[in-house]
């Protein structure tokens, strides 16, 4: 390994350790954050954007999944769109990526506001996968087989090479679709499972960015989820199944917020890319924040149209994405040191 290997590897840890504080408490986050550690290599984050920046080419294809109906509205939060924005903005100016956000009918709509405030138009498919700073942004269907005929014809159009799910509900071992509670939400939430299982069969790198152990990706670390997040091993409806989804995918990534998770992916590749600015900065989280608020997506908690994720207002967001920052310009400045010195004319 070479110095500026080791440099980055070192970055990387500390990428996934600011992602994995558990500033809302809920005691879950580093059970979990060591098993995904366990099943697979690491850092996370910078695993996650070490394949995607050697398979995703200018003009190649992104899924991002997101969107979690939440009680007793069946519309969705600010945790997923606001990371899906976020990241497909960081794809757009790292890797000259096309973003293709797939998300519920009714999340549509707060889905391009977060995606505009993340500095891209928002247009249907076919203007997405041929405008640059341009992200599609897909109604998929809740029904299994309109959802099945959908996932053929976007593979058919688009061949994404990586798909990402952030804060994304999927069906458990019987099928049906759990909040972190346990609730059955299989009714509201798009089938998209069968669009990332007919992505990895093709050979697309899937990803799964969750918080709690009922997202997807989660699957990877199934038994710890059952052994030690509440309600995960037997769901509170008539299924009595699991919350975990039972799709397997190439990768996971536990964040103490899910954002944080698609963040630290940025970060990570800002990191590689040697580029501070593929990471969003403050101004632009908040500007995601508030559009995707103004927009009917809740800041979880008291469910207020705060903007916020997970009960944590935006500011702090805007905060947390500095401090990564931070770390990203120093890890760049740092790796620059083992091939030229900062200051030569310091140098004795
Ligand atoms: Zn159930």
Known sequence: MSGADGKLLKVGEAIDSLCTIEITGR?????????A??????????????????RVHPGDAVVIATGLPTYPWFSGEQDGPVGAATLARALVLGLAARPIVVTEAIHVEMCRAALRGAGLYARGLE??????????VVAFPTDPAEAAEAADRLMAQARPRAMVAIERPGANERGHYHGAKGFQLSDHCAKVDLLFERGKAAGAYTVGIGDGGNELGCAL???????????????????????????????????????W????????????????????????????????????ANNDGPGLLD??????????????????GFMVQSGI????????PRYPWLAV
């Open 261 to 296: 998770g698609a963040y630290g992916v940025a970060a990570a590749l800002a990191l590689l890319l040697d580029r501070r600015e593929v990471l969003h900065d403050r101004e632009v989280d908040r500007r995601v924040h508030e559009l995707c608020a103004a927009a009917e």
């Open 307 to 324: 903007p916020g994720t997970d009960a944590v207002p935006a500011r702090l967001h805007g905060d947390f994405v500095e401090l990564l």
């Open 333 to 340: 400045d740092f790796g620059r040191l083992y091939k030229e």
């Open 27 to 35: 005691g879950v986050v580093r059970d979990l954050y060591l098993a």
């Open 127 to 136: 203007q997405a996968l041929s405008l640059p700073t341009t992200a599609a």
């Open 221 to 259: 670390i199934r038994e710890t989820v059952v052994a030690t997040v509440p309600f995960a091993a037997v769901c509170q409806c008539p299924c009595g199944g699991s919350v975990v989804p039972a799709f397997v995918p190439d990768h996971l990534i536990i964040a103490a917020i899910s954002n």
């Open 37 to 54: 550690r366990a099943a697979q290599d690491g850092p996370l984050c910078l695993a996650a954007a070490r394949e995607l920046a050697a």
